[in-house]
């Protein structure tokens, strides 16, 4: 047992040391190196179409907002390369006989005197609604927007009583 005590205590020695000493450290990172997607093909805005019933100058209206993607306006391009095909409106509002008061169809290029330069190339015509009746004007909100972003230019359109538009920005927060 005397000469087993001995190679213990140099064995735990031994253990004591290696474990204390200190570990190299590395700065090696390793990561996956991130690949920027590639571009799909041309996006395209899904449809919408929507009807809405309203009261005005004490006769009742339809009116029939519809939006579709089209090819043959010029696409839009993002930071990217991500191509984007831009979007017609066409609004008709129609009388309770059935007759159509106004019809007309809206791109982008309606508001070119509303939007930016930066807008125009990067922009699509992307939101279009029935907002209100307010006076003598049937009212929509519209957007030109950069796709797939919150960033857009919110206008108002107004169709007058003989069915002449006036277009302006909508400076009204939505909170009001």
Do not use: H
Request: hydrophobic share 35%.
């Amino acid at each position: 047992m005397k000469r087993l005590l001995p190679i213990i205590v140099i064995v735990l020695l031994a253990g004591v040391i290696v474990s204390c000493s200190e570990k190299k450290k590395r700065n090696d990172i390793i990561t996956r190196k991130y690949e920027k997607p590639a571009p799909q093909g041309p996006i395209r805005t899904d449809d919408y179409k929507d009807s809405k019933p309203f009261k005005w100058l004490d006769r009742d209206y339809m009116c029939t907002v519809e939006r579709l993607a089209d090819d043959s306006l010029p696409m839009v391009k993002d930071e990217t390369g991500q191509l984007f095909v831009d979007n017609r409106v066409k609004v008709v509002i129609s009388r309770s006989d059935g007759s159509v008061f106004f019809d007309r169809t809206f791109t982008k290029a309606t508001f070119n005197s509303y939007i930016d330069d930066d807008f125009r190339q990067t922009g699509i015509l992307e939101g279009f609604v029935f907002d209100k009746v307010e006076a003598d004007e049937v009212r929509f909100a519209c957007s030109v927007c950069r796709p797939q972003s919150d960033e857009f230019i919110p206008l108002i359109l107004a169709v007058n009583r003989t069915g002449g538009i006036a277009i302006t920005r909508d400076s009204r927060l939505d909170s009001e």
